[in-house]
């Protein structure tokens, strides 16, 4: 059965269990369910999901502004809101930001909450790592930001080409930030991948095999896999930078013999499964919102399932696509084009999956259903416009100009953050124990769709009008006259950008508003189908009073309803029946991991590592030190906190709310 | 049996007309309009001619395979929204259905996949070049070096900057590489962009139909004025550009001795030679004037100011060294008068007086560069892009008047 | 329901079979593949790039290296050996087998310090060349995981001396070791495409 055990050994220094009576010296801290220690120490994934999430939203707040200031400057020609050296900053900071500290915490967000819920564990399998692992990624996300009043932060674009990443071409330390702090959120995302890849094979509840886990699961696990044979390309690609800004390496040192292109191969070979990181999550959430609010299986499940993978494997042939211009050759061209059109296949099957998964249904339309098919809507207009890239001729006219910034931010806002809002609204009553405000939520929608297309549409246009990215001012010489020129579109933009911060912050609002006066949830909301509702709202701190076996996909719905031979369906029992019946057969015992100090302390020991490359080696030498002091705390620390007995499970009531922004 | 490649050959008209099927929303309205300079669905040369054949018809596939999708969730929405139905029977999907829309887009890319692959080679083509240029980005103008090519009458090397001149109907092989980060040349209307890259050479075609300026843009991010970093294609009839490259060759004329001008040229001599050229200016003593900007910019070049007046942009071409109305005059003109009017070059009353002086003034104030010596420490205290100069107005005047004898 | 307190147990209560720690180790092994494939890949593109530098043949002492990557090789032996008496519950020969391959890999890594000095002083810098900067970035990420493995041998055997590990040590002793022969092969690997193949 897959009870969780208290933590024993780990993986990072793969040192040994000893029972507590001979480290002494050591004591792991006692479970507590409020006040700050609970949070600072927990191993427990709901709160890491939680904390995940507060952060993420916070530095999608300051994304979305450094998005707003960018929109301003270029809002009419020749603008002054930023000068040039700002402005570059800026472009680098919002995409850096959005990637690596939104969007893809923003999914372990959701992966950390849901993924034992959903396969019915009561845990992750390493919760100190897990832990760890959001520690790292907090304060690799701080320390990247810190460059702002360090010097100013880095400039060279989030995919930071040499050789105009190095020492001469970008003098100040952001770039220097930008490498390690990048590191660090790496080795966050290392970490997370392994546990996240083990908990989905290992601890399953029975009945629950591969092909009855519930979508998100399935889409979150092939991330996984992408995250960790993404995750050392990009480590190597920024040490390589690193030892080139740091250590006077010549990796990119065209004066030497260096080829430029060697980065670019390495980024993009990261860099476009990263693409699919960012999508797939959310993938995953809309189709588990979809079959619930049109009261039908998810259609083809396993052709989402395998397209999924499939768009795992081939995302690993195509990265080539974003060098069509670099001077690759005819046959690399060829190839890559090619390849990237084969990759719109699998694509194309999940949107005709979630098309057919709608027809015949009875739907309804609560704001999370809403948000997930504005993602099916916005994603298939940046698929298609994708397609008009992957034709490596045609993308030589649009490539680096602002069609393809229309083009990813229809896929990454439309798709990934559509896709994550959808789950915002889906799953709040589940980790809150509260309904987001609808009218609120509708505000949110309807602003953020409005929003986002009066900001990106017009950029298909400039783009084929021949604006260029990444220039902090434009010029009326270039911007022609007609129904079609620079001007008028640009402020259309920019004023869409306004717009869609005013939806976001519907949402903020929406949060504060629920938190203070929010309609209790009850257990099942939405007639859900899936594991993770099986189980109060919010969950108790061990998840499963006794942990389900599983004989359906859907296993939730099938317990609820039953089906005659036509087809006919009656519902047998209410889902708070359900979870009553889960309760009566209780586990006797249950053992949950206890909280741990080291976790946190041997995640600060990276930023001060990284300060120290930077400015004085021996600052590293000391993060060298509490690293290793890290380790051995962590490897020889009890399994258990000495006075504290088994728990009796604990209704998980209180749970405090995180505000956000 | 019909072989591949002659399928294609059919089926290029077919899809040549599919271009004229009305297209979707604003990418329709998009393509009807022509009016910014830079719009890449405005062909007027044989390579751009050849992508937009290529994507105009793809746009209207993605246009009307978006259609049959956004028809049928819209058609979903409303047809099975709850009207209090029984809840729908537990389908897990009908696998035949799902096959079929998984071949149909497969054999729509199969089909588009040909046809790129074939443009992307006859894109790459290389033997029947006619004339060769080499391109040289560096932060942030273009410049360009014309070899020897006795057949279009270049005799002895050419280098210039801020626009590209060459003849109408000839096939030029662009050579281009970088001397600092990463550049990509991109003039819309006669081909795609590539990339100059440092240490690498890359190939890129250019023909034009017709005689006329062309805009283009940087479009690989360069670092601060990446913005600012343009150039300009100048198409010329044949005997037009004949002219144009005697007029290039024109052996250096030095101001009568007592002009303003020849002032002008002492200032050259003791601040602008450190880093710009211009051939066959001598120094008192008789010396030839040899630029070493190596010694003072990190690209280690500066433009050639030779025939400086015999181009319509300095600075990276992000300031005319026209007027407005008389760089209208010849961006306007007729294709019979065009050529006549740009080899008149810059005369005294068209000369942009307002940028140019303001440029000598102070030149890392009109344009983001790396001027600030706390921020040369990495470089060795070499520039990126040109200094803070300290001209005072007497001086600034002696040099313009000398830099309009530059013909 | 089985209370399990042990991690032996644990191993057998997992849905694939394979304990949570084994398999979480496999996992990072196989991200670590991804790791040293950019590095070799870096090199292979640079190894020829020497500048005004020395040249590869001109710094690399083949035999010498050789017996040192024999010394490393054999460290995997004694690994086994440390892994077998594990399974046997064997406190002494694991303690003797894990301090013989940890030697065996300091071993390796003065080797490689020695060899490193050599080159310095040859001529051959860290900022000499490419080939230069490639060859010690690989070597030397290598270099580092070698000690990382020994730093964790001595702290395994150092643990076992202290106390009476129950359960848990073989499989502990298992984990170092899929990692201590990861790092063989691929020192195998490196050691052919760099010293072996010549430019």
């Known amino acids: ?661 | 049996m019909v072989s591949a490649g002659q399928m294609v050959n059919r089926l290029t008209p077919v899809l040549r007309r599919l271009k004229f099927l009305p297209l979707v929303g604003f990418v329709a309205l998009a393509g009807c309009a022509s009016n910014a300079p830079q719009d890449t669905w405005a062909p007027e040369g044989p390579n751009a001619q050849m992508i937009d054949d290529l994507q105009k018809p793809i746009f209207a596939v993605a246009g009307i395979v978006g259609l049959i999708v956004f028809g049928a969730i819209a058609f979903a929405m409303y047809k099975f929204r709850d009207r209090g139905q029984p809840i729908p029977e537990q389908t897990h999907g009908k696998p035949v259905l799902e096959i079929t829309l998984t071949i149909i887009p497969a054999l729509i890319l199969t089909v588009i996949g040909v046809f790129t692959v074939r443009t992307v080679f006859d894109l790459a083509k290389t033997s029947d070049t006619e004339m060769v240029i080499n391109v040289t980005g560096q932060q942030w103008w273009w410049e360009y070096d014309y070899p020897v090519q006795e057949e279009l009458g270049i005799t002895k090397p050419i280098i210039t900057s801020g626009q590209l001149v060459f003849p109408v109907g000839t096939k030029v092989m662009l050579r281009q590489t970088s001397r600092d980060v990463i550049h990509s040349y991109w003039i819309p209307k006669l081909n795609g962009k590539r990339d100059a890259v440092p240490g690498r050479v890359h190939l890129n075609r250019l023909e034009a139909d017709q005689p006329g300026i062309y805009a283009g843009q940087c479009t690989e991010f360069c670092g601060l004025s990446h913005a600012n970093m343009r150039m300009e294609a100048v198409a010329l009839s044949k005997e037009d550009f004949a002219k144009w490259v005697d007029q290039q060759l024109a052996d250096y004329q030095a101001p009568a001795e007592g002009t303003l001008a020849k002032e002008g040229e002492t200032v050259f001599l003791n601040q602008c030679v450190r880093c710009h050229q211009v051939n066959g200016l001598k120094r008192a003593d008789g010396t030839p004037a040899i630029a070493a900007p190596d010694e003072n910019v990190v690209s280690g070049a500066a433009p050639n100011l030779s025939k400086l007046m015999t181009r319509n942009t300095f600075a990276g071409a992000m300031f005319d060294l026209v007027t407005p109305e008389c760089r209208a005059d010849v961006w306007d003109a007729s294709r019979e008068t065009f050529g006549e009017k740009y080899l008149a070059g810059v005369s005294e009353e068209c000369l942009n007086q307002t940028d140019l002086r303001s440029w000598l003034r102070n030149a890392p104030e009109m344009k983001p560069m790396y001027a600030n010596p706390a921020l040369l420490t990495s470089t060795g205290g070499k520039y990126r892009g040109m200094p803070y100069l300290a001209l005072s107005e007497n001086d600034i005047e002696k040099l313009v008047a000398y830099l309009l004898t530059l013909k | 329901m089985a209370e399990t307190a042990t991690h032996e147990h644990a191993a057998h209560h997992t849905s694939t079979g394979l304990s949570n720690n084994k398999l979480g180790m496999w996992l990072f092994l196989g991200s670590e593949c991804l790791l040293f494939g950019g590095l070799i890949s870096t090199y292979m593109l640079y190894r020829g790039r020497v500048g005004t530098g020395p040249t590869p043949s001109q710094v690399f002492d083949i035999p010498f290296t050789s017996v040192s990557s024999f010394v490393l090789l054999m460290s995997s032996l004694t690994m086994v050996l440390a892994v077998s008496a594990a399974h046997n519950k064997d406190d002494r020969a694991t303690t003797l087998w894990l301090t013989i391959t940890a030697l065996l890999g300091a071993t390796f890594v003065g080797g490689q310090v020695y060899e490193f000095t050599a080159m310095y002083n040859e001529g051959l810098g860290f900022s000499t060349s490419l080939f230069a900067s490639s060859f010690y970035t690989l070597t030397g990420f290598h270099g580092v995981h070698v000690t990382v493995g020994i730093i964790m041998l001595m702290s395994l055997v150092g643990i076992l001396n202290k106390s009476k590990v129950p359960g848990s040590r073989a499989e502990t002793v298992e984990m170092i070791g899929l990692y201590w022969h990861f790092v063989d092969v691929v020192w195998i690997v490196i050691f052919t495409l760099i010293y072996l193949i010549p430019v």
């Open chain 1, 1 to 661: 059965m897959a009870i969780i055990e208290r933590p024993s050994t780990t993986a990072p220094a793969v040192l040994p269990t000893v029972p507590s009576a001979a480290f002494g010296a050591l004591k792991r801290p006692v479970t507590v369910s409020s006040g700050w220690r609970s949070w600072l120490f927990t191993v427990d994934h709901k709160k890491l999901g939680i904390m995940y999430g507060a952060v993420a939203m916070f530095f999608f707040i300051v994304g979305g502004l450094e998005a707003v200031l960018i929109r301003l400057q270029l809002a009419a020609p020749d603008g002054k809101v930023l000068n040039a050296d700002l402005y570059n900053q800026m472009f680098t900071m919002h995409a850096t930001t959005m990637v690596f500290l939104f969007v893809m915490p923003m999914a372990s967000a959701f992966a950390n909450y849901f993924l034992p819920l959903q396969i019915g564990a009561r845990d992750v399998a390493f919760p100190r790592i897990n832990a760890f692992g959001f520690w790292a990624f907090l304060f690799g996300g701080i320390f990247i930001n810190m460059s702002w009043f360090l010097g100013g932060a880095a400039d060279g674009g989030w995919f930071m080409y040499a050789p105009n990443s190095g020492p001469i071409y970008s003098p100040s330390h952001g770039v220097d930030f930008w490498a390690l702090g990048l590191q660090i959120t790496g080795i966050a995302s290392l970490t997370g991948a392994v546990n996240l890849i083990v908990t989905v094979l290992n601890m399953r509840a029975p009945g629950m095999s591969l092909m009855r886990m519930p979508i998100f699961t399935w889409m979150i696990t092939v991330v996984q896999f992408l995250l960790l044979f993404a995750m050392p390309v990009i480590t190597v690609a920024l040490f390589l930078l690193m030892f080139q800004r740091n250590f006077d390496a010549t990796f990119f040192d065209v004066a030497a013999g260096a080829d430029p292109l060697l980065w670019q191969h390495l980024f993009w070979i990261f860099g476009h499964p990263e693409v699919y990181i960012l999508i797939l999550p959310s993938f995953g959430i809309i189709s588990e919102v979809l079959p619930v609010f049109s009261r039908k299986p998810l259609f083809g499940y396993p052709f989402v399932v395998f397209s999924g993978a499939a768009i795992g494997f081939v995302g690993w042939g195509v990265w080539a696509h974003h060098m069509f211009a670099s001077g690759l050759g005819p046959v690399s061209v060829a190839v890559f084009s090619v390849a990237t059109m084969a990759i719109a296949v699998p694509t194309g099957v999940k949107v005709v999956n979630w098309t057919m998964t709608i027809w015949g249904g009875k739907l309804s339309f609560p704001v999370a259903m809403k948000f997930a098919l504005g993602l099916v809507i916005l994603f298939t207009i940046g698929g298609l416009s994708g397609v008009t890239h992957s034709v490596a001729p045609s993308d030589t006219q649009q490539t680096d100009t602002y069609y393809i910034v229309a083009h990813f931010h229809y896929v990454l806002f439309g798709g990934a953050i559509f896709g994550l809002f959808s789950g915002f609204y889906y799953w709040w009553p589940k980790v809150f124990g509260k309904m987001l405000s609808e009218r609120l939520g509708n505000w949110n929608f309807w602003l953020m769709v409005i929003g986002m297309n009066m900001t990106f549409a017009p950029m298909h246009i400039l783009g084929l009008q021949g604006q260029p990215r990444r220039m902090y001012v434009w010029t009326e010489a270039r911007a022609g006259e007609g129904f079609f020129n620079l001007g008028f579109w640009n402020l259309v933009a920019s004023i869409g950008s306004l717009i869609l911060a005013v939806g976001v912050l519907f949402f903020l609002i929406n949060i504060f508003v629920t938190a203070r006066k929010g309609k209790q949830a009850p257990a099942d909301p939405w007639d859900a189908r899936s594991l993770e509702w099986m189980t109060s709202n919010p969950p108790k701190e061990h998840n499963f009073d006794s942990i389900p076996t599983v004989g359906h996909l859907d296993e939730f719905f099938h317990r609820k309803y039953s089906e005659s031979e036509s087809g006919q369906l009656t519902q047998v029992k209410s889902g708070e029946e359900v979870i009553l019946d889960l309760e009566k057969n209780a586990d006797a015992h249950i053992h949950m991991p206890s909280p741990s100090y080291w976790p946190i302390v041997l995640a600060l020991s990276l930023p001060v590592i990284a300060f120290g490359l930077i400015y004085s080696i021996p600052v590293a030498m000391v993060g060298g030190a509490i690293a290793l002091l890290g380790c051995y705390g962590w490897a020889l620390e009890p399994s258990t906190a000495t006075d504290d007995e088994i728990d009796p499970p604990s209704s998980g009531q209180g749970k405090e709310m995180v505000h956000v922004g």
